[in-house]
């Protein structure tokens, strides 16, 4: 069982389209981070969220971390073919172990 | 370029075989972590090192599996009498340990296949 879960698994949507990619779990996180990683390449660090409430943008993605730092969500507006990926959300709750979500990955055709 | 590199990229080999894998971390990092990932699966914690020493290891790491940071710099993870299980991509990260956020980075794998 994932400590992390992720949703949705898989994602494939039109160039242009908006979305939304969730990471939930029961526990608290002390930091949480969201990666990108392409095909046969490492986890690409994004953003990483620290405060309850915190939101991110980085340039048409939208990163939020839940009040309770138990969940966040990745928004990715008017996604291209680039977005292209799998999306992991990782996080610290005790010790020096990060721990990640099963992954989302997504698809942008144009 | 002064991220962190993982040799060699990819690695096949006949089962039974013992196959070694290196890490170079950030040069100022002090903390490095190798995870595995299977196909379609988030990354999964192995070991870590603060320093030269090992701090922590995962119940995934089974006694055919040893990391080694000798002096503190870069790493190797060797696997013994390998197994067709064992084929996954391995992955390094460093961190600074004491900064805020301790944000790991991390390597481009070594793909090992097991046949």
């Known amino acids: 069982t994932q400590l992390l879960e992720q949703s949705p698994q898989f994602l494939s949507i039109q160039e242009g389209e908006n979305l939304t990619v969730y990471c939930n779990s029961s526990s608290v996180f002390s930091s949480l981070q969201w990666y990108r990683q392409e095909p046969g390449e490492g986890p690409v660090l994004l953003v990483t969220v620290v405060t309850g409430g915190e939101v991110k943008k980085l340039k048409r993605l939208t990163f939020q971390f839940g009040d309770a730092r138990k969940d966040s969500s990745l928004h990715i507006t008017a996604a291209q073919p680039g977005d292209t990926g799998l999306y992991l959300c990782?996080?610290?709750?005790?010790?020096?172990?990060?721990?990640f979500g099963g992954g989302t990955r997504l698809m942008v055709k144009p | 370029d002064t991220g962190v590199s993982q040799d060699p990229r990819h690695k096949i080999t006949k089962r039974g075989q013992n196959v070694t894998f290196r890490c170079d971390p950030i040069?100022?990092?002090?903390?490095l972590y190798w995870y595995r990932q299977t196909l379609g699966q988030g990354p999964e914690f192995l070991t870590y090192f603060q320093n030269e020493a090992q701090l922590e290891k995962s119940r995934l790491l089974s006694d055919r599996f040893s990391a080694e940071r000798p002096k503190g710099s870069f790493s190797t993870l060797e696997i013994q009498r390998t197994e067709q299980g064992d084929s996954a991509m391995y992955l390094c990260?460093?961190?600074?340990?004491?900064?805020?956020?301790?944000?790991?980075?991390f390597g481009p794998g070594t793909r090992l296949t097991v046949l």
């Open positions: 040069s100022e990092h002090n903390r």
């Open positions: 990782a996080g610290y709750n005790a010790g020096n172990m990060l721990t």
């Open positions: 990260a460093s961190s600074l340990v004491g900064s805020r956020r301790e944000e790991q980075f």
